[in-house]
Every structure is written in C-alpha cells, then in structure tokens.
C-alpha cells in the first residue's frame, strides 16, 4: 500500500518562503505524476503544481514564477519552493502521487500572515 506524507509547512511572512517535501513509500515503481493541491477555508480544493515522471510540470496561473515543483524520482519524493508568499496562499497543502491509483497525503498547513 503506499503511503504519502508531507511535510514542511508552517507559518510565514508575506514575502517569505517555504519548501514543502512529499515522499510516496510502498511501491518500487516510479510514480507517474506526483503534485500538490491546496485547500483554504471556504474554497474549493485547487491543484497548485503538478510534475509527470518525465518532468513535465503544470502550474495554476496564481503561482507562476513563485513556486517551483521539482521530484527525485529515485526516491519518489516531489518538492515544492515557494516564494514571494502571500496571504491568499494560505491553506492546508495536500500532497498526491499516482500510478494504478490516486494516493493522497495527510495534509500541511501554510500560513501567510505578519
């Protein structure tokens, strides 16, 4: 079974940064596409960044040129920096990967705010 988690949220500046780390264990198989999607209060779930296998990446327009997704696929773990950090980025980030299945993280929470 394979198992996703997260880590490195927290609370943050405006202006600030954070990296945010995500490892999928479980499976000797390369995920094919390993992402991020985030959730603040009252919204909807929006997919943030995404990366394939080959390292095709996908960006929602709010965060380009301020988050960067990056993977190491040996280890199947998938990064996301984030830049610039401004309030409206603050929500519980959840972590997936995929193969045969969609497998989800537990979540972390980022907080923007002086």
């Known amino acids: 079974q394979v198992q996703v988690v997260e880590s490195g949220g927290g609370l943050v500046q405006p202006g600030g940064s954070l990296r945010l780390s995500c490892a999928a264990s479980g499976s000797s198989f390369v995920m094919f596409v390993m992402g991020w999607y985030r959730q603040a209060p009252g919204k909807q779930r929006e997919l943030v960044a995404s990366?394939?296998?080959?390292?095709?990446?996908n960006y929602l327009d709010s965060v380009k040129g301020r988050f960067t997704i990056s993977r190491d696929n040996a280890k199947n773990t998938v990064y996301l920096q984030m830049n610039s950090l401004k309030p409206e980025d603050t929500a519980i980030y959840y972590c997936?990967?995929?193969?045969?299945?969609?497998?989800w993280g537990q979540g972390t929470q980022v907080t923007v705010s002086s």
């Open positions: 997936y990967a995929v193969r045969l299945g969609t497998y």
């Open positions: 990366i394939s296998d080959g390292g095709t990446t």
